[in-house]
């Protein structure tokens, strides 16, 4: 087990990273000076990995929407009692997310982060459903689906995903259907939970006021050895294609909201990491409020500050999403797609580009000086196959040209959709 | 070197405190002007501060302005308006990288400050009004912005309950006033209602740095010297009265969750007590709300309680089915009066001293959470360091909280219904 320290060579932050005799991956940064802690120890498992095989299975597996996020819930129920009561004993505060590529458990607190971090890797490594809980986690998270079709900004974007991917399971909400979850039982999730909670599937990352080698001490303590069994993931075949070009929604909203979004070419690691920032500076450029295409927006009333953009990629998916209020999204659809022909036809702006790719070199500093951005880096720079610091240094050799490569590759008129929330006309 | 804090009162009762911690790569800086909340004024003096931030005299439009941040390595420059109580608090705020990460060499503490500076006091106004143009996008800004607040449900929930708790009370009002009040503010009433805030507002001002910067502190003094400051005190904390019978409200909304929002009072003058009994009753997830009515007898999808000791209430929000709203309702009171009849474990109050002492010891973390921290305090009437205020729930006693949770009586609650499962 050896101490690996990567370095920035552009801001000359450090962290550790470990590869673990268990299997895990641990990335720590110790930061002086800071009173918290930010630890998550995630998988990655989201809600995409539907279809799956370990390297000895004949035929892959498919489950059903919504799985990982479900395994989430119920993992954070002890045989005895619920994970939240295991940290109101060290006064940490403890949750979990599912996201589409990844499923994390977190912790925060800034005293006794020793015990939490035994308590978390513990409770992750300790499976514990019945059949009743199950059943009873059906209705619970039948409530959260519900919920999250009363939120305009969660349906105006699923309504987006599902005109973009044809069979890509992106395109379903993260906690599933309430038909999907009604076909889990316990069996599967344990099936699941031995596949994906493999820990050379996984990865704790760990920032603030820490100690290295406390923190690899208690790995040593709670970490079960686990061999790796060649976990492959699939996903269906997805054309490049869109699957229909617009969809409206009516929802109780003041403003109508709206999403634009482009479907791009998907990559992986360092190829994906060097897409991505270039798609960011071109979203950028193009939602920069100095441009003229803004303040002509802005002028006609049409857009407001909400419109901005973001940079939506994962294990298998790749979009750049344009959003915000307006009360014709069709107007603001029409002046960025001619916004995007002249860029692509007359070139980057050199001097928008410097200012632009300072902003964005900004941003990434000030991620370095708040504990709980540090611990997400960590743990998403690993998901994504990058290094932590990878992204400032893509950032600093990046040129306009690559900007345009990827807006005339990319934002393409016949892979963009369009999806609106609109309130109930009067 | 641990964090240095000193506040001084410069000339015309302005606070100034200033923070410098050496762990941070970034500089913060936040003027706030405290005024009474009136439904008259609120958003004018909105769209004034707004103003501030979307130009200034020498960048203006906001496209100049917006250049101007992002050559600055993305520099943040943001206006807000607050509700605490009865009090509206008009900010602006800036953050910014420090110098040494600037690989151009730029001076983005210096040009960040004179900035701020411009935007305050030469803002980009003329013959006693904003400059018409972008006055318009700022109005448009704040309108879209009232629209909008029926886009989160549950914000909206409580927002309205607030408006019935507080009925005939200047907390009943939003913080950025009405669609109606805001339609009818022109460029001359935002300029003239913050010249009136510049001349009878309280002012603090919060500064937090790696680095000492007295120029900060000349540079504040000297502007405000200018102006002619008779500062209007105001009370941060006024009970509001209890209804003889509680009331309920309800809107309809073509929703799939209900939502209801129950609002408690206390007469109690115990913040620490009501503080602690918040956190046992209903703001963790061991807390008895989380436990009992949401995971043990799934009756809601949340259910969560928050504290607004400058109104001496309690608001109990939650996410549940049309079915289930009374027996969520009649198991929020079981509840609280489990914690009134004395059933509060020691561990209860073991965990909720570790949860206060967790959040007390990361103030400090990010530049902007001393700024809050010491703020609250000052609301409060009373500057306290995070030590000493963890050292007040270290004494507290389970009778204090017991107290505490029998001075709360139901006032008012707020339902947003269905409209489907409408008769």
Partial sequence: MEKEIIKSPDTGDSCIHVKHSSGLDIYICEMPGFSSVEALFGTKYGSVNTMFKMRDDKEYTVVPEGIAHFLEHKLFENEDCDVFELYAKTGASGNAFTSFDKTCYLFSCSKNYEESLRILLDFVQKPYFTQATVDKEQGIIGQEIKMTNDNPEWRVFFNMLRCMYHNNPVKIDIAGTVESIAQIDADLLYKCYYTFYNLNNMV???????????????????????????????????????????????????????????????????????????????????????????????????????????????????????????????RVREALTAEIERIVKEGVDEKVFQRIKKSTYGMLVRELNNVEDVANLLINSYMDGVGPYDAINVLSHMNSSEVHEFMRDELINDRMVMSVIEGEAE | ?????????????????????????????????????????????????????????????????????????????????????????????????????????????????????????????????????????????????????????????????????????????????????AENVTAEDAYSAYQNILENSQVEIFYVSANEEPVVEKMMTESFAAIRRSPVQVTFRTKSPLRSEPVTESDEFDVRQCKMVMTFKSDSDDIYALKMLNVIFGATPVSKLFFNVREKMSLCYYCASRIMSEKGALMVDSGVERENIEKAKAEIIHQLDEIRKGNVTDEEMQSARLTLDNAVTQVGDTPASYSAWYFERFCDGKIISPEQLFEEYANMTKERVVQAAESLRLDSVYLMLDKEAAE
């Fill in chain 2, 1 to 181: 070197m641990p964090m240095r804090y000193k506040r001084t009162e410069l000339a015309g009762n302005i606070g100034f405190s200033t923070v410098i911690d050496e762990k941070f790569k970034t500089s913060y800086i936040v003027v706030r002007f405290i005024t009474a909340l009136d439904s008259k004024s609120a958003s004018a003096n909105a769209l004034a501060i707004s103003s501030l931030s979307s130009s200034s005299s020498r960048y203006k439009t906001l496209a100049e302005l917006n250049e101007k941040l992002s050559s600055l390595y993305g520099a943040g420059l943001t206006s807000f308006a607050k509700k605490r109580g009865d009090v509206q608090i008009l900010g602006l705020s800036a953050s910014w990288i420090n110098n040494r990460y600037a690989f151009d060499g730029e001076n983005v503490t210096g040009e960040m400050l004179s900035l701020v500076k411009e935007c305050l006091f030469s803002p980009n106004a003329a013959d006693g009004a904003f400059e018409a143009d972008s006055f318009k996008i700022t109005k448009k800004e704040l309108l879209d912005r009232i629209d909008s607040e029926l886009n989160n449900k549950r914000g909206y929930a409580l927002s309205r309950a607030a408006e019935i708790a507080f009925h005939g009370e200047p907390a009943e009002n939003p913080c950025y006033g009405t669609k109606e009040t």
């Fill in chain 1, 204 to 330: 704790l990352s760990i920032a603030g006021n820490i100690s290295a080698d406390e923190v690899l001490k208690i790995c040593d303590e709670c970490l079960k050895p686990c061999e790796d069994k060649g976990l492959e993931t699939v996903f269906p075949e997805e054309p490049d294609e869109i699957v229909m070009p617009e969809i409206h929604e009516t929802q109780p909203v003041g403003t109508p909201i709206f999403h634009i979004g482009y479907k791009c070419r998907v990559c992986t690691g360092q190829e994906r990491l060097k897409k991505s920032m270039a798609a960011s500076l071109a979203a950028s450029i193009l939602t920069d409020a100095s441009s003229d295409m803004y303040k002509k927006l802005l002028d006609e009333g049409v857009i407001n500050s909400s419109f901005g953009m973001e940079i939506f990629d994962g294990d298998g998916f790749f979009a750049v999403i344009f959003s915000g209020e307006s009360s014709d999204p069709a």
